[in-house]
């Protein structure tokens, strides 16, 4: 699964750690998310989506291998 | 919120200490039977009880941590209980073979192997989701 989350964070000219105070999780854990290695919950995805204000679609899509 | 994390956090880990300050110089009391045997039970019996806080402790950190934290120490956790199973169940086939001279694989050896196991699981998974 691939994710437009480092690209999002630029145009608001948020640090990883902005992010992640914004909803509620560790610097790291962004980090994680956002270089694919951790696949976010529902939960999670939805408040990365409202704290954009996009939709989780065009943060997270699926990738051909998924 | 994040303070509260914190603080649970933190006494996780001040419980795990607790624990081992009282594990290590109960098993250097009881190994060179300094006390008596009501006592000594009494001194068996109080590295458990710091023990058990420290998972009730453990478990309400792992509450309040975000999902890839949890994630990570579930990992841990399993690899953990794996390895040690497996080594157990080794030493008991082993045994039936009738190999059992095991230096270092006594319970307090076992212990020690159970937290390394943890360790080595929580360093895997760590490295795997980069945290």
């Given at each position: 699964m691939k994710n437009t989350i480092k690209v999002e964070r630029a145009k608001k000219n948020w640090t990883q750690e902005d992010l992640a105070g914004e909803i509620g999780i560790s610097r790291q854990s962004v980090n994680s998310i956002e270089t694919g290695k951790f696949i976010p919950s529902t939960t999670l995805a939805l408040k990365m989506a409202k704290v954009f204000g996009v939709s989780v679609e065009s943060i997270f899509q699926l990738e051909t291998t998924d | 919120m994040e303070r509260t994390k914190k603080n649970v956090n933190l006494n996780s880990i001040i419980y795990a200490l607790v624990y081992g300050a009282t594990y290590l110089p109960a098993t250097l009391l009881l190994k060179y039977r300094v006390f008596g045997q009501p006592l000594s039970i009494i001194i068996a019996v109080i590295p458990i009880i710091t023990f058990a806080i420290f998972i009730l402790k453990f478990i309400k950190a792992f509450s309040v941590m975000d999902e890839v934290k949890q994630r990570v120490q579930l990992e841990a956790v399993v690899i953990g209980f794996s390895l040690t199973a497996m080594l157990i169940m080794l030493l008991f086939l082993l045994s039936l073979c009738d190999?059992?001279?095991?230096?270092?694989?006594?319970y307090a050896n076992l212990l020690g192997f159970c937290w390394i196991f943890y360790f080595v699981g929580w360093f895997i998974s760590k490295k795997k989701y980069g945290v």
């Amino acid at each position: 699964m691939k994710n437009t989350i480092k690209v999002e964070r630029a145009k608001k000219n948020w640090t990883q750690e902005d992010l992640a105070g914004e909803i509620g999780i560790s610097r790291q854990s962004v980090n994680s998310i956002e270089t694919g290695k951790f696949i976010p919950s529902t939960t999670l995805a939805l408040k990365m989506a409202k704290v954009f204000g996009v939709s989780v679609e065009s943060i997270f899509q699926l990738e051909t291998t998924d | 919120m994040e303070r509260t994390k914190k603080n649970v956090n933190l006494n996780s880990i001040i419980y795990a200490l607790v624990y081992g300050a009282t594990y290590l110089p109960a098993t250097l009391l009881l190994k060179y039977r300094v006390f008596g045997q009501p006592l000594s039970i009494i001194i068996a019996v109080i590295p458990i009880i710091t023990f058990a806080i420290f998972i009730l402790k453990f478990i309400k950190a792992f509450s309040v941590m975000d999902e890839v934290k949890q994630r990570v120490q579930l990992e841990a956790v399993v690899i953990g209980f794996s390895l040690t199973a497996m080594l157990i169940m080794l030493l008991f086939l082993l045994s039936l073979c009738d190999i059992s001279d095991f230096g270092w694989f006594g319970y307090a050896n076992l212990l020690g192997f159970c937290w390394i196991f943890y360790f080595v699981g929580w360093f895997i998974s760590k490295k795997k989701y980069g945290v």
